[in-house]
């Protein structure tokens, strides 16, 4: 298997444990077959862009991000992409967990200043 997809396998893992979902849920979600979401988490099969998005949809994380993630190019690219995750994470939540979310960022902000 190439080197892109094991990454794509190895990505695609990360999220989901990171999300705390069982492959069956990821499976589920993203509209593919148990055993085959486990051959691509594996790198044993080759899935098409079309399903990776449904699968990166999924995890709640946009195409975009989740390349960033499996083929970052420098530091700066890095910190664009924790940026971004932080961004996807929000996204399709409602207001009052975007605002709850804000203000514990700046009360982590506030620590870290008197310090």
């Known amino acids: 298997m190439s080197e892109i997809m ?10 989901r ?3 705390k979902m069982s492959q069956e849920e990821l499976a ?3 509209q593919v077959h148990e055993s085959y979401m486990g051959k691509i988490e594996r790198s044993e099969k080759v899935c098409s862009i079309e399903v990776l998005e449904r699968v990166t949809s999924a995890l709640g ?3 975009e991000a ?16 924790t ?13 009052e967990e975007q605002k709850r979310v804000l203000r ?4 982590l902000l ?3 200043r008197k310090e």
């Open 6 to 15: 094991k990454k794509v396998g190895q990505g695609i893992r990360h999220f």
């Open 61 to 63: 994380i946009s195409l």
């Open 17 to 19: 444990k990171q999300r």
């Open 83 to 95: 940026i971004e995750e932080i961004v996807d994470q929000l996204r399709g939540r409602n207001e």
């Open 104 to 107: 514990v960022i700046k009360a």
């Open 28 to 30: 589920h979600l993203a």
């Open 110 to 112: 506030e620590d870290d």
């Open 66 to 81: 989740f390349f960033r993630y499996v083929q970052p190019i420098d530091s700066v690219k890095q910190e664009e992409f």
